[in-house]
């Protein structure tokens, strides 16, 4: 094999080389993430809540403290024994919202994961194809987009029962078309670059070209809307829960906990003022982390 | 090493009468009308001519890539190594682009994926069409210190890279498979002028060692010289003159050619002003009826504007389409004063 050393020096190259160490995309990512005070507070948050989640039945037992009545204890205020006081039942309320994050969160996330999957393979292949393709499927989102998101999910459930699997579709439809509005758009500015003609060009077959050079380029707004739909589905399913529809009592999801403090608002601010905190934390966090993320994936504002 | 040597076929690549189309709502826009190029194996041919001239819709069509809709390829035949390309399936196509016919594209900065490694792009091209057996990616890193990147880069995202060398990992990209055919689209309008001649240096060194035919799409009569052995000069989907680069450029018979050559600085006299040839491009959805330069063309007499010219050679290599000329006076040449 023939090397042809067109002037450049190999000492130099081999200087810049140490000099900036190699990075990889995500490590440039995680880089420029670490920069952004604010994210990394709604990183840590978020992180924050995902442990709580998963250990909530190390740190309670859910029989005997979750959804045990003690009515004796009811409508106490905070205390050292319990924290964020007791409700109406007796039940520890920091109990209750600790293990309502399992709820919150894992609703959330499967939500999103279900509509990342399905809007986005709709959406990619819309956006690439183009034409008659992308017509019909944007016009089914357009039909699913008319539709508000909260209506939709209590006609769904209210037709199809009321369980978590139920939810987790309901709410999942209602985002499969912001999903795939953003993938096809950023996959339609993808498709026109010289790259991906570039790709066409070496003989790489459609499906390659949208796994390997379209999607990852297409990425960076569907992570930001995944983690700002995650936030979104949260509050979403508060709000069924409040109305009675999401999850069912005595289970503690952080909307049935809003819901049930209602009454006593004006005496026990209490009650509902801690989960209704809990959820604009996590809300907050996950707002925090999208907007840092965003800017932490665009590599124009490097 | 060198499957291109035994090639059956007298040309690596034989457009004749070439018609692409834009077809859109406002009208058709006739980019490619009746384009006839050859390349003899191992040979580089210079394609020359103004922007929308139809050289890039004319490399773009031997790969089938022009974009559809609106392009149509209305008539004429490709022929590679001696098969029809507008004949394939897309199936079929997708083995040839990339292994039998490459293309090295205008802006290095823009054709190659942010998002992966270097070495990951040029292995995906390997990878494709299984060349070299087993390992794209060695290969990959081979192929880097060809063109004179230390192979540890490989792992580098486009973006850690300058121009240059992101335009010899594209080049390394298009050689990897050692194809047959090489086209490069203005490879070095986006560089600056010494890292120009690096690359066309390179490339004019790996293209002999492969072998390779090369289409050289340009506007730049010094990449030309420097590169091609013979030249079409194209003007409004057409070639107008054609031939060898000391029948072009030392018998320059077209008064477009001459045009061309006129834009150039001169330095030998740093006084002349440069004459530039005046007027624009005809619009392509509304071609002149006569012969396509004569709007611009300070020759132009009343037979111009009414009929097209026909093909004259001056010797065998050598032909122009324009109406100065006929059987007798081209073999004197020169009927242009220089």
Redesign the interface.
Known sequence: ????????P?RD??DI?KK?K????SAEVWHRLRRNKAAMLGLVVAILLILMAIFSSTLYDYETQVINQDIPNRLQPPSWEHPFGTDESGRDILARIVYGSRFSLSIGFSTVVFALIVGGTLGALAGYYGGMLDNILMRIMDIFLAIPGTLFAITLVAALGQNTINLIIALAISSVPGFARILRSSVLSVRE???V?????????DA?IIM??VI??SLAPVIVQSTLNVATVILTIAGLSFLGLGVRPPQPEWGALLSSGRQYLRDYGYITMFPGLAIMTTILALNLLGDGLRDALD?RLK | MNENMNNTNEFALDMSDLVVEYRTEDGIVQAVNGLDLQIEHGSTLGLVGETGAGKTTAGLSILKLVPSPPGVIVRGSILLDGEDVLKKTEKEMEKIRGKRVSMIFQDPMTSLNPVMTVEDQIAEVIEIHNEGGGKPLEKAREMLEMVGIPGERGREYPHQFSGGMKQRVVIAMALACNPMLLIADEPTTALDVTIQAQVLEMMRKLKEVQNTSMLMITHDLGVVAETCDKVSVIYAGRVVEHGTLEDVFENTLHPYTEGLFNSLPNLDDRKAKLKPIKGLMPDPSNLPAGCVFCPRCNYACEICAEEKPKRLYRNATHYVECHLYNEKNILEGGVIGK
């Open positions: 094999m023939i090397t042809l050393n067109a002037n450049t190999a190259t081999a080389t900036y190699k990075k990889s995309q670059v010289e790259y003609e570039a790709a066409r060009a070496i003989g790489a077959t390659r390997q050079h990852p380029n590599p």
